[in-house]
């Protein structure tokens, strides 16, 4: 299991994607505009767990939003046990949108051969 963290890249201005982002994680206004800001985690998905399924869709549903409004967000893979703030993410842990699809790719592949 892994814990994948989103944050925002650098601080973006109040936008349409706050609705959007709280239909989908169900965090108060307040949460999401201070992950706009840069102050905040937007999110932490723990995947690989028995509710994998719809914490990916959940993780790719917030990825697709900030990707749809062209914000920056910077993603990072950890164990489920660290706890971290927005300020204090280990960049050695930092990982591309690429790997973060690669990663969930060989997940479902591995479940449609069992």
Do not use: W
Not at 1 to 30: D, F, H, L, W, Y
């Amino acid at each position: 299991m892994s814990k994948i963290v989103v944050k925002i890249a650098e601080p973006v201005p109040a936008n349409r994607s706050i609705a959007r982002i709280r239909a989908i994680t169900g965090q108060s206004m307040a949460e999401v505009m201070g992950a706009l800001s840069g102050a905040k985690i937007l999110g932490e998905f723990t995947v690989f767990l028995n509710d994998h399924e719809e914490c990916a869709e959940k993780l790719l549903g917030v990825l697709k939003v900030l990707d749809d409004n062209q914000v920056g967000y910077r993603l990072y893979e950890l164990n489920p046990e660290h706890t971290a703030d927005a300020s204090s993410l280990p960049p050695q842990h930092k990982i591309s949108g690429e790997v973060l699809q690669n990663i969930l790719q060989a997940h479902q592949k591995r479940l449609a051969s069992l």
